[in-house]
């Protein structure tokens, strides 16, 4: 908008004039607010003559430029502004601080666009400064002299729009929308259109120059020509999330270098094509991830490298925002993964080297080790085999550096079903585990040749089996707590044999001890030896009826021919050796 003024000439002194000139400070301009009202017209009318005259120079126009603002937008009345800062707190909900230091925000956009950066730091300068009564007073003052509008009709009519507001208060827009009215302190006008309203530059009716074009949810700040944004900045909002562009446009699309920063933080920065970044480029998230690589359709897809908030590095292949083909991914903890990946996770066959030392090859699925693959340990350790939700899993061998190994099935970590172990001593168990342990059959082959066939409970050696002893020896029948207990035989290599019952290996009880030469004991075992009543048959036929203390006769023992009923001799032993004999009968 142009303001007119018939052309007189003004006599004041040149230091009036330079310290009159001088506001370009947005707190001289506070300043200036309270004094006599005529001061500021003849600076006005001042800086009207000299443009006209061609005799202004930049500082001059800026100057010109800010007073007509002041014109245009100063508070018509102190109740009205606070007011208003009550609406928009309850409006806007706002986060900067409440509504107070919006407006002042709003008037720092038009008085001093150089201090934009140091923006928090002069608000509460002004809040310092402002004396609420003279303002009001003053504004007062101009508005009879000079027929000020309120801020309030400013607000309404250049704010509007509460993304422009949102993005304010978030500080995403670095430069504020109106910077651009007075960058050059050219002439500026307002286009109101059928699809939105400009402030800005103009020629011939056509956005040329510098503006700002709000159109419905979007704004558009910066350089145009011929209608058409040049370079800039572009507000919108798309799937329900609000985002700025910034670089150079072509048909109002961002083309070329640019950068596209969304509400949440998150930054894309490269190379666009119709408002799409393709080739390489870099996408920051607000959480911290850092992404450099190819870019297509404002998605991650293709080649690329992402630094994670939490420490963790990746570089590889990506599909649609998601780590998706062969890469390798470095954790916070040490670990590398390389390898094959589905949407984030690890899939199908990969390397992973934990920190520890630990080195796994093979399957993986759903971002775990599952399927076939190969796990060394840190300690010389291998199991290679089927792996399922990251735990051993189907059938495998897993062998130690102490030379011991299992082959066979495996259950969530635990040996389970049937299976092969052999031990560091040479020991090797072929047969039944469960839960890690030995239980059911199995074959269990001593390193010195012993060999024992039968049932384990608990992983030890219980209820019935055969045992051969490499000398020959065998033990058949019932055990527990791997020792002979309960009925059984036991042969020996020497062709002599027992069956009986057993007692932790030892004979216990009754039983039938039975000799290569034909004899046969029959009777009572206490602590594996002859004890108590028994009969000793030999190999002629005749037997021997008498008491046996440990292991040997003791006492009358009487002695029947065949199966004579009555005896034919009696014998008497003393400490196991025989003492006498009487004869009871001669045949």
């Known amino acids: 908008m142009i303001f007119n003024s018939h052309s007189f000439h003004l006599q004041v002194s040149t230091s009036q004039i330079k310290k009159m000139t001088q506001l370009k400070n947005v707190n001289t301009l506070i300043n200036y607010f309270v004094k006599p009202i005529p ?118 009519e250049n704010v509007r729009d509460q993304t422009m507001v949102q993005f304010f208060l978030q500080n995403q827009i670095h430069k504020p929308p109106v910077e651009y009215l007075f960058l050059r302190s050219k002439e500026v006008d307002k286009l109101n259109e059928q699809d939105g309203i400009y402030f800005g530059e103009v020629l011939q009716q056509m956005k040329h120059g510098f503006g700002v074009c709000i159109r419905d949810q979007a704004i558009w700040q910066g350089y145009w020509k011929h209608n058409h944004i040049i370079w800039g900045q572009y507000t919108f909002e798309e799937n329900g999330q609000k985002k700025i562009m910034q670089g150079c446009f072509k048909d109002d699309m961002l083309e070329g270098e640019g950068k596209c920063i969304a509400f949440n933080g998150d930054t894309v920065q490269g190379q666009f094509r119709r408002s799409r970044i393709q080739g390489r480029g ?38 649609n925002h998601s780590i998706y083909g062969k890469g390798k991914y470095t954790y916070n903890n040490g670990d590398i993964y390389e390898g094959d990946f589905v949407n984030g996770d690890k899939e199908g066959k990969g390397i992973l080297r934990y920190e520890n030392g630990n080195f796994y090859q093979g399957e993986f699925k759903n971002n775990i080790i599952h399927g076939y693959g190969e796990f060394t340990f840190a300690n010389g350790d291998k ?106 035989q036991y042969m020996f290599a020497n062709g002599n044999s027992y069956i009986g019952s057993f007692v932790n290996n030892k004979r216990e009880g009754h039983g039938v001890y039975k000799f290569a030469n034909g004899n046969i004991y029959e009777g009572e075992y206490q602590n594996d030896k002859r004890d108590g009543k028994g009969v000793f048959i030999y190999a002629d036929g005749n037997r021997e009826v008498g008491e046996y203390i440990e292991g040997k006769p003791s006492g009358e023992h009487q002695v029947y021919k065949g199966r004579q009923s009555s005896p034919f001799k009696i014998n008497n032993y003393n400490s196991g050796k025989l003492d006498s004999t009487f004869i009871t009968s001669r045949f």
């Open 39 to 156: 001061e500021i017209k003849l600076l006005k009318r001042l800086l009207i003559f000299n443009k006209k005259n061609n005799n202004c120079n930049r500082s001059n126009l800026y100057s010109l430029y800010l007073i007509e603002k002041l014109e245009q937008y100063f508070i018509k009345d102190i109740t009205t502004l606070l007011e208003y800062v009550e609406q928009l707190e309850q409006s806007y909900n706002t986060l900067y601080n409440g509504g107070f230091k919006i407006i002042n925000e709003k008037l720092l956009t038009f008085f001093d666009y150089e201090k934009v950066q140091n923006l928090n730091e002069i608000i509460n300068l002004l809040e310092y400064r402002w004396n609420l009564p003279q303002i009001k007073e003053a504004g007062k003052h101009f508005e009879k002299v000079l027929g000020l509008s309120s801020l309030k009709c400013m607000l309404e």
């Open 282 to 319: 870099t996408y920051r998230f607000s959480y911290g991830n850092i992404y450099e690589g190819d870019l297509k359709n404002n998605t991650i897809d293709g080649q690329g490298s992402m630094k994670f908030a939490n420490g963790d590095q990746y570089e590889g292949d990506w599909r």
């Open 383 to 488: 199991y290679k085999g089927e792996f399922k939700n990251g735990q051993r899993d189907g059938k495998g061998k897993y062998e130690q550096i102490n030379g011991e190994f299992y082959e066979g099935s495996f259950i969530n970590e635990k040996r389970e079903g049937f299976g092969i172990q052999k031990y560091s001593n040479g020991d090797i168990y072929e047969g039944q585990f469960r839960n890690d342990k030995r239980e059911g059959q199995g074959r269990y082959k001593f390193a010195n040749g012993n060999v024992y066939v039968g049932d384990f409970v608990n992983d030890k050696i219980e209820g019935n089996g055969k045992k051969k002893f490499a000398n020959g020896d065998c033990y058949q029948g019932e055990w527990s707590n791997q020792l002979f207990n309960g009925k059984g």
